[in-house]
Nanobody, 124 residues
Framework: QVQLVESGGRLVQAGGSLRLSCSAS????????MGWFRQAPGKEREFVTT????????YYASSVKGRFTISRDNAKNTVYLQMNDLKPEDTAVYYC?????????????????WGQGTQVTVSS
């Protein structure tokens, strides 16, 4: 199994930037597709972005494309989410997840492991 812990969430003004980190345990971290999802109050958890096991392929939700960048450092067992030009609608709890499915399988149901989440709040 893999254990995931997110960090880096905070209050930020619209137009600002933030970098989230997800630290993973386990020797098999590099074999998983990793993803970032977010969940706002009263809403379902939604896909943000994924990255394949080697870091060569990524997939982004249209709402964040061009603003967010996912990356991973397998040597450090860490995946990152760089968020630029943040908007109030980006406000949510952000979760990282691990999946045995390909990077283009983006349903939350396909991710078997999750972190506890980190709160990102974007003020106007």
């Amino acid at each position: 199994q893999v254990q995931l812990v997110e960090s880096g969430g905070r209050l930020v003004q619209a137009g600002g930037s933030l970098r989230l980190s997800c630290s993973a345990s386990g020797r098999t971290f590099s074999t998983y597709t990793m993803g970032w999802f977010r969940q706002a109050p009263g809403k379902e958890r939604e896909f943000v972005t994924t990255i394949d096991w080697g870091g060569g392929s990524t997939y982004y939700a249209s709402s964040v494309k061009g603003r967010f960048t996912i990356s991973r450092d397998n040597a450090k067992n860490t995946v990152y989410l760089q968020m630029n030009d943040l908007k109030p609608e980006d406000t949510a709890v952000y979760y990282c997840g691990a999946s045995i499915r390909p990077y283009y399988s983006i349903s939350p149901a396909e991710f078997g492991f999750w972190g506890q989440g980190t709160q990102v709040t974007v003020s106007s």
